[in-house]
């Protein structure tokens, strides 16, 4: 089974994203819902401000094309940490998924966007019949606030990752990789399409680009990627709890990724 890891087009999650108003949405309410619609994704987008919570539990790889950070949730077509419509708990939860049904659109100005929310979720009553009100009166109310805070600040980090994302590729820092793993049972899974950065390049970047890296904070988002590549294993171990694959004796479960070898610390 091969799953392969594509450049994320937004909207993923969303099959209706529209822009809110209080004229065409003034009788909208959103139920509570749950993450089962994330049950069936095996990545999700992660955003520089988040990217060491995210590699404590996932591993951090970056998409082919606009070298967007992804957390790779799963070894195949499903999330791993997602079970009866329930996140699990001792895993961090990307903001992407957080701000969900939630979302920005772009506008007609260049650089403006509107708050817009998924109306294709079966969360939205679109009737005024249950859930929290989007608008009172006329006015966003403390959830919709919430939400545009919320949306607002992970626009902010998106951009912060845009320029980081550009500065590896810049760089020619990342190369095309994949992990393959083998169950007890000889089942094989492998995920692909993804990239990582080069060690060995990483390393020898020029001085005057380390300090300007250290400065901006991402030395230490590339040492937490490298070392999220480890959590391939973590996968592997849910894979087997999810599927019902017991250990035989004898047996040996494996996960390798392709990853060169370890960089020497870069410090400026």
């Avoid at 951009?159 to 990789?177: D, H, P, S, V, Y």
């Amino acid at each position: 089974m091969s799953s392969e890891v594509q450049a994320v087009g937004l909207p993923l999650f969303y099959s209706q994203p529209q822009p809110l108003s209080p004229a065409l949405h003034a009788d909208w309410r959103l139920k509570d819902g749950d993450a089962a619609f994330a049950a069936q994704t095996p990545f999700v987008p992660v955003v520089v401000g988040e990217l060491a919570a995210a590699a404590r539990t996932y591993p951090v790889v970056f998409a082919g094309g606009d070298a967007q950070p992804l957390a790779v949730l799963g070894l195949e077509q499903r999330n791993l940490f997602v079970d009866a419509g329930q996140w699990a708990k001792d895993a961090y939860v990307p903001a992407y998924v957080r701000r969900y049904p939630f979302g920005f659109i772009a506008t007609t100005n260049p650089e403006g966007f509107a708050l817009a929310i998924d109306a294709g979720t079966d969360r939205v009553d679109q009737t005024g019949g249950e859930g929290a009100p989007l608008f009172d009166e006329g006015q966003p109310t403390d959830l919709t606030r919430q939400a545009l805070a919320f949306c607002d600040a992970f626009q902010g980090e998106a951009a912060a990752t845009n320029a980081f994302a550009k500065a590896l590729t810049t760089e020619g820092l990342l190369i095309e990789r994949r992990a393959d793993a083998t169950l007890p049972d000889g089942r094989k899974l492998a995920v692909g399409g993804f990239q990582i950065v080069d060690a060995d390049r990483f390393a020898a970047l020029p001085d005057a680009t380390v300090v300007d890296w250290h400065r901006k904070g991402w030395l230490a988002l590339v040492h937490f990627h490298l070392a999220s590549l480890e959590r391939f294993s973590v996968l592997l171990d849910r894979q087997q709890a999810v599927v019902g694959v017991s250990q035989q004796n004898g047996s040996e479960d494996r996960v390798a990724v392709e990853t060169g070898r370890k960089p020497k610390s870069r410090k400026a």
